[in-house]
């Protein structure tokens, strides 16, 4: 229980406002780092996934609606191979230009997550606020998720990144006041077309509305009378996606889960610990720590409010149970590689929101505001050391990657006549195919054939 004269001087405090100057200088430091990374260590030589636009980009293939449902690996990645299409057809296919524009989405997206979460704890004094801000800047713009920063192939993913937090933030007016169901249908069809970890969002529809006849008896809240429209349209969006869908050949068995469940656990500890750590023993460790943490936060708000506020909880923070969704959707599919597999760095982002999204609610119950200065300063002293690491192993893997590219280019520009005799092994799996689509870059005058003035 709160003092009286404690309750008196929150009321009476005027706090700072969510957009104050001072409070955004770590994050936009952040984001400019963020910028001069990928101009540091971005190619204009596809890698890699990329290669396989090159005949649409080329014009050898028709851009179709079956071109653009077409399956990459596991995914359907309609944005994607619009955004391939845009940047051939207007920039020359400029891989190097595109690879800006994911970071910058991402970056858009950690600033609307730190707005919201400031706006969300509007009582909080100045220095806790500072500290807040710089320890989720840490967290969310950590450089473990580097791909995220130099690659152009993860614009979808940065596009569902911020339906994500789109659907977030619509979601409980939603079920408070029934208003908003076409934009929550727009919400989960462009989340569908990103990727496959997209139909996370519309499986969250479909358990929420599921689980709330199990409960209705036990929480005051009812579900809109337009949800059955919600959650079979979200149904309807699962079932469409896996029309003619095909496993990839290399990927496990869905079942080695069950059976091997450990395996199954430590995989989702080390993408909860992923942000922090790109070692999967670290990364298993922290990851356990940050799960345990939100597993005593809720039991916190739970003994503290009742079973209703957990229901609350869940509906009201939907990045909590989508971001999970997606990360159990990741564990399943590819717990048969290994959980060191989960530490890759293009599922940084997301769990990086999950980790942020399973901390705060651990934060707040701290009332205190001396117990909250002292929370958030052990927590941003314990993450600059992992976030320099992160940012040193990037530097490492970046420069590996950059600098057979860029001789790659040199060798193609040197020699065209010979492209068969460049080392294009760490540029594309298929040295024959690899020659066919650079041979057709060098026709069409595309990526780094491109004469530019």
């Not at 636009?53 to 014009?59: C, K, N, S, V, Y």
């Not at 071109?67 to 990645?77: F, G, P, S, T, Y």
């Not at 079973?307 to 990741?330: C, D, E, H, Y």
Request: glycine share 6%.
């Amino acid at each position: 229980m709160i003092p009286a004269r404690r309750r008196s001087e929150d009321q009476t405090q005027d706090p700072p406002s969510p957009g104050a100057a001072a409070v955004w200088i770590v994050p936009v430091l952040a984001w400019a780092f963020v910028l001069s990374f990928t101009r540091k260590y971005s190619s204009n030589v596809p890698y890699w996934d990329s290669w396989e636009f090159t005949e649409l980009i080329a014009g050898v293939q028709p851009l179709t609606l079956g071109a653009l449902w077409k399956q990459h690996n596991e995914h359907r990645m309609v944005f994607q191979t619009l955004f391939e299409v845009a940047m051939g057809r207007y920039a020359h296919w400029n891989i190097y230009a595109a690879s800006f524009l994911p970071g910058i989405l991402f970056a858009a997206n950690s600033l609307l997550l730190i707005a919201g979460a400031l706006r969300a704890r509007q009582s909080l004094d100045s220095v806790a606020r500072a500290l807040l801000v710089t320890a989720l800047t840490l967290i969310l713009f950590t450089f473990r998720a580097h791909v995220a920063f130099t690659y152009e192939m993860v614009m979808s993913w940065a596009i569902l990144a911020l339906a994500m937090t789109a659907f977030a933030r619509y979601f409980p007016p939603y079920v408070e006041t029934g208003r908003g169901l076409a934009r929550l249908v727009t919400i989960l069809v462009v989340a569908m077309l990103s990727t496959s970890q997209g139909l996370a969002l519309a499986v969250f529809v479909l358990i929420v509305g599921a689980c709330h006849p199990l409960v209705r008896g036990r929480v005051e809240s009812r579900l809109p009378r337009s949800y059955p429209w919600l959650a079979a349209i979200s149904a309807a969006l699962v079932v469409v996606y896996f029309v003619g869908y095909v496993k990839p050949a290399w990927h496990p068995s869905v079942t080695s889960v069950l059976r091997h469940p450990l395996d199954g656990i430590t995989y989702i500890a080390v993408l909860a610990g992923s942000p922090f750590a790109w070692d999967e023993a670290w990364a298993t460790w922290i990851g356990v720590g940050v799960l345990s943490l939100f597993a005593a936060g809720l039991t916190a708000m739970v003994s503290r409010e009742g079973w209703q506020a957990l229901w609350r909880f869940i509906v009201g923070r939907p990045l909590i149970g989508t971001n999970l969704i997606a990360m159990s959707a990741i564990m399943v599919g590819r717990v048969g590689f290994g959980p060191g597999q989960a530490t890759a760095s293009h599922y940084v982002p997301f769990n990086a929101v999950f980790v942020v999204s399973a901390l705060l609610p651990a934060f707040d119950q701290l009332k205190g505001r001396i117990a909250q200065r002292v929370v958030l300063s052990v927590l941003v002293v314990a993450i600059i050391p992992a976030w320099y690491l992160g940012y040193r192993n990037a530097v490492d893997e970046m420069t590996a990657r950059r600098d057979p590219l860029e001789a790659y280019r040199e060798c193609v520009l040197n020699d065209p006549p010979l492209l068969a005799r460049c080392d294009g092994s760490h540029v594309y799996p298929s040295p024959a195919t690899l020659v066919r689509r650079a041979t057709l870059l060098k026709d069409q005058n595309l990526a780094f054939f491109a004469k530019r003035d």
